[in-house]
């Protein structure tokens, strides 16, 4: 599938731009292609009691389910400035969930994939009935 990199960066600046972050002040956009080809997007959303603030991941993932599920195929994720930001942890792992084989994400340090940002991933496989 063709990935067109600037149009994801730009959808995830979009999504920045919708933020919710009065606390940190540090606005989050995430966009991806999924398998079906469509492009989704989510923004962080932050709440008073600060651990319970919601990353710009959290929000895409819920709108993949919301379009009608599938696998991320491209994923790019930006700052307040729109410069590409590196997924959290925790949100690696909420990626890697959902990635489609050979997930690519746009890094720091350039297109690398799934696998590269969480080596070793405890995933679904691990969970299968042997
Ligand atoms: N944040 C994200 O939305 N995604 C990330 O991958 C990194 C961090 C948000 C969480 C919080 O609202 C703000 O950035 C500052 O940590």
């Known amino acids: 599938m063709e990935i067109d990199w600037v149009a ?3 959808e995830a ?3 920045m731009k919708k933020a919710y972050a009065p606390y940190s002040n540090f606005p989050v956009g995430a966009a991806a292609l999924t398998d079906k080809g469509e492009i989704i997007s989510g923004c962080n959303v932050e709440n008073a009691s600060y651990g319970v603030g ?3 991941e959290c929000s895409l993932v819920s709108e993949l389910y919301r379009v009608g599920g599938g696998k991320l195929v491209a994923f790019s ?5 729109g410069s590409t930001l590196m997924p959290c ?3 690696r792992q909420l990626l890697y969930e959902h ?3 050979g997930m ?3 890094t720091v340090s350039g297109i690398k994939t799934i696998y590269e940002v969480l080596p070793d991933a405890f995933g679904p496989e691990h969970l299968e009935q042997k």
Request: some cysteine.
């Open 77 to 81: 994720c930006v700052d307040g400035a």
């Open 54 to 56: 919601l990353c710009a």
């Open 8 to 10: 994801l960066k730009a």
């Open 89 to 91: 942890g925790r949100c």
């Open 13 to 15: 600046t979009k999504a």
């Open 99 to 101: 990635h489609a084989p």
């Open 104 to 106: 690519l994400l746009d």
